[in-house]
């Protein structure tokens, strides 16, 4: 009887090893196969958005958009926020082709993330989330963009060097990516299996270093989502440590910081702050960069914090005091937010 119990319990032992290893996700199991690529795509759709010519954002993002997504759980799509932001109507292309409404769940400008949801009721099969921290040199890193958009493209990680935008926007730790993949908007770049490890957001001519012509992406890291995911699902947009949002765009291609544009009717703009001012400090603080620039300001608080600007126009220094906002309050709201 002992033998036959002991046989009996190693069979069941080794019967439920068989079953798990047999339903092993293709996430946990490197991409080398046709089959495992094509169980990738069952994951990405195609977005489309129409944004009002009133928008904020349609003079520089324009009124039509089009990316891709990629299902994060059975009910959201993750991809990056510019494409449906402000957006009045968004399609959701799915991978068997058909073309269901959808709906933006959250936002958030500051890592530059937006997540969607269908209004029909959809069978999506998800991806699961990666280590963005855990990337190492020689790994081989997926670019998957929804096929009628273009190819996939493999490649590696060539920088984490940190990214400061002209608009209000800056990135601990993205994931330059070489070579380039033309369709790199909301395209997710998966790990050698299969899981996510961040989203595309730009065009990077010199990914690999400052200066180094070697045309890449940027993706903005999926660890900087896991903090704020269900902020976003429940709330919309996050609802801790915000940025105080001034409507200044900074440029400092030239050496010199510079304000490129300021936003119409937004703070800077009412302070009385002008496109070509030359900045000199933020509250008493000298900067010469972007970066500077903007971590400086946000240091001074959340929504509604005053921000002192000294700036030089016309070779005179001139003080100026604004009241920051929350950007997500500048927008124009999109339908269910």
Do not use: C
Not at 5 to 33: A, E, P, W
Not at 102 to 112: K, R
Not at 179 to 186: I, V
Not at 191 to 214: F, K, N, Q, T
């Amino acid at each position: 009887m002992k033998f036959k119990f002991g046989f009996v319990k190693s069979f069941l032992l080794s019967f439920l090893i068989l079953i798990l290893f047999q339903n092993l996700s293709f996430s946990q199991q490197k991409l080398t196969t046709t089959k495992q690529f094509e169980q990738i795509y069952k994951s990405i759709v195609e977005i489309k958005s129409y944004v009002p010519e009133n928008a904020r954002t349609a003079k520089s993002l324009g009124i039509e958009r089009l990316g891709t997504g990629v299902v994060i759980d059975k009910k959201h799509i993750l991809t990056i926020g510019y494409i449906v932001v402000e957006a009045e109507k968004i399609d959701i292309r799915l991978p068997d082709g058909k073309t269901v409404p959808g709906q933006l769940v959250g936002y958030d400008h500051q890592t530059g993330f937006g997540i969607l949801r269908t209004i029909i009721p959809t069978n999506l099969a998800p991806l699961k989330l990666g280590n963005s921290d855990k990337i190492n040199d020689e790994d081989m890193l997926f670019v998957m963009p929804y096929p009628s958009q273009g190819r996939a493209s493999a490649g590696k990680a060539v920088s984490r060097r940190s990214f400061t935008g002209y608009w209000e926007y800056h990135v601990e730790k993205p994931i330059y990516v070489y070579p380039m993949n033309e369709s790199w908007a909301g395209t997710p770049v998966l790990s050698d299996r299969g899981e996510i490890l961040g989203i595309g957001s730009l065009y990077i001519s010199d990914s690999v270093s400052p200066g180094i012509m070697s045309p890449g992406n940027l993706f903005v890291p999926i660890n900087i989502l896991k903090p704020i995911m269900k902020d976003l699902i429940k709330n919309g947009r996050r609802t801790e440590n915000i940025n105080p949002y001034m409507g200044l765009s900074a440029d400092d291609l030239t050496g010199i910081l510079n304000v490129a544009r300021v936003s119409k009717k937004g703070p800077a703009e009412q302070s009385g702050i002008q496109a070509g001012d030359l900045i000199i400090s933020v509250n008493g603080t000298p900067v010469k960069s972007m970066e500077e620039f903007y971590k400086t300001a946000w240091k001074s608080g959340g929504p509604g914090t005053k921000i002192k600007i000294k700036v030089q126009r016309d070779k005179k220094n001139i003080d100026y005091e604004l009241k920051s906002i929350d950007r997500m309050d500048y927008f124009v709201k999109n339908k269910g937010l």
